[in-house]
């Protein structure tokens, strides 16, 4: 378990150094298509500090917004209260703070900085879908992802992956106006330097998204085989969680606020796509459920 949340930091630390290094190349090289000088080269300094400092300072807000969670009341729903607060003080954790989300697709993730600052989301599906054995595994399982320090990953890629790809979008609308203008300028762009630079500039904002893709997938699904063993070894009940990932999986209705960017925050991928099953295992964001579901088996028994 050490092990893995020393890991876990590092690919944090190294997410944080090549999001810093993707958008200052995205912006060094558009400043030189404009033609912004030295100035250029201190703007793309500037844009680069800058994103990354707030994806990882409001990271956790920024992924609740997105999400449209909401803090859950004790009141509502007390059993799901004193579960979170029951497994954290299993886990040695503080208790995290509860969000929900009112959808009747049945989900849940786990976000935020550290154990301190992180909080558990449910969907209000999952929590009237599932019966208290199968969420406790829920709710164990995410409480696994905390101790492991997985949320810091998980929360700054669901983030950065989302700026770079909409930064990406917006440099090649940038590239794409700002040509006419400078063709008047620079007679057909001006020299062969001119057009090497705007050759790398497609393509570096066209390649961008891909990047951020494969950065996102580069969080290894075997992270996800750990929390459901941390989970199970604290609710000691395997088959709760095995029935839990049956049923979010089967569950036919799509959970309108996840998208591509927060789609690995997740128990269970939450987009409903056939695509998801025709593409090579190479670009899945979660381990097969039938994986997850036979490993939890192995542990103690079917569901």
């Not at 909080?119 to 992802?145: W, Y």
Request: net charge positive; with cysteine.
């Amino acid at each position: 378990m050490y092990e893995q949340i020393t890991k876990n930091k590092i690919k944090s630390f190294t997410l944080i150094f090549l999001f810093f290094l993707l958008i200052f190349l995205l912006t060094w090289v558009i400043e030189n298509l404009l033609g912004w000088g030295k100035e250029g080269l201190i703007l793309a300094t500037i844009v680069s500090l800058t994103m990354t400092f707030s994806s990882y300072y409001w990271s956790d807000r920024i992924i609740l917004a997105i999400s449209r969670a909401r803090p859950l009341e004790k009141r509502e729903y007390p059993f799901l209260y004193h579960t979170v607060e029951g497994l954290a003080l299993a886990a040695g954790l503080p208790r995290p703070a509860c969000y929900l989300i009112d959808d009747s697709a049945p989900n849940a993730f786990t976000a935020g900085r550290s154990p301190r600052r992180a909080f558990i989301v449910v969907t209000r599906g999952l929590v009237e879908k599932l019966n208290r054995l199968e969420l406790e595994g829920v709710i164990g399982h995410e409480m696994a992802h905390i101790k492991n320090h997985d949320t810091l990953l998980q929360t700054l890629t669901a983030v950065m992956v989302g700026i770079i790809v909409l930064l990406s979008d917006w440099w090649r609308r940038s590239i794409f106006w700002a040509q006419p203008r400078r063709l008047d300028k620079r007679k057909g762009w001006g020299s062969q330097l001119q057009g090497l630079w705007l050759i790398l500039g497609f393509f570096l904002v066209i390649i961008a998204p891909f990047v951020a893709k494969l950065i996102r997938l580069a969080i290894s699904r075997q992270r996800e085989f750990l929390a459901d063993a941390e989970g199970v070894r604290l609710t000691r009940y395997p088959p709760g969680l095995a029935s839990a990932l049956k049923k979010i999986a089967e569950d036919k209705e799509p959970l309108e606020v996840a998208n591509r960017a927060t789609a690995h925050l997740y128990i269970v991928n939450p987009l409903k796509e056939e695509w998801h099953r025709k593409i090579s295992r190479l670009f899945m964001t979660h381990p097969p459920i039938e994986e997850r579901i036979a490993a939890l088996e192995k542990m103690g028994g079917g569901t």
